[in-house]
């Protein structure tokens, strides 16, 4: 079983920045594929970053530029630096992986970007 801890959301104007981190319970090392989900009020949760344990990154179109993933595998942890911050990213940002076969979820931060 793996435990997730998102922390790092807060408001922020537009234009700012934050970096979120995803604290896992144990060895991030062994999991393949980490990822960072959000959700808007009355949208779906969508994929907005992963990053593998080779390093590799995807992002969606809607980051791409802005928003950087990275792991720490000493620190059993996962980021997401997020720059140039538009009132459109304003959601709760999930991180999740999976260990076959289960997947396991965050509880969220809050991210806000707003004047």
């Known amino acids: 079983q793996v435990q997730l801890v998102e922390s790092g959301g807060g408001l922020v104007q537009p234009g700012g920045s934050l970096r979120l981190s995803c604290a896992a319970s144990?060895?991030?090392?062994?999991?393949?594929?980490m990822g960072w989900y959000r959700q808007a009020p009355g949208k779906q949760r969508e994929l907005v970053a992963f990053i593998t344990s080779a390093g590799l990154t995807h992002y969606a179109d809607s980051v791409k530029g802005r928003f950087t993933a990275s792991r720490d595998n000493a620190e059993n942890t996962m980021y997401l630096r997020m720059n140039s911050l538009k009132p459109e990213d304003t959601a709760v940002y999930y991180c999740?992986?999976?260990?076959?076969?289960?997947?396991?979820w965050g509880q969220g931060t809050q991210v806000t970007v707003s004047s």
């Open positions: 999740k992986t999976g260990v076959a076969p289960y997947d396991y």
């Open positions: 144990g060895s991030i090392a062994r999991l393949n594929i």
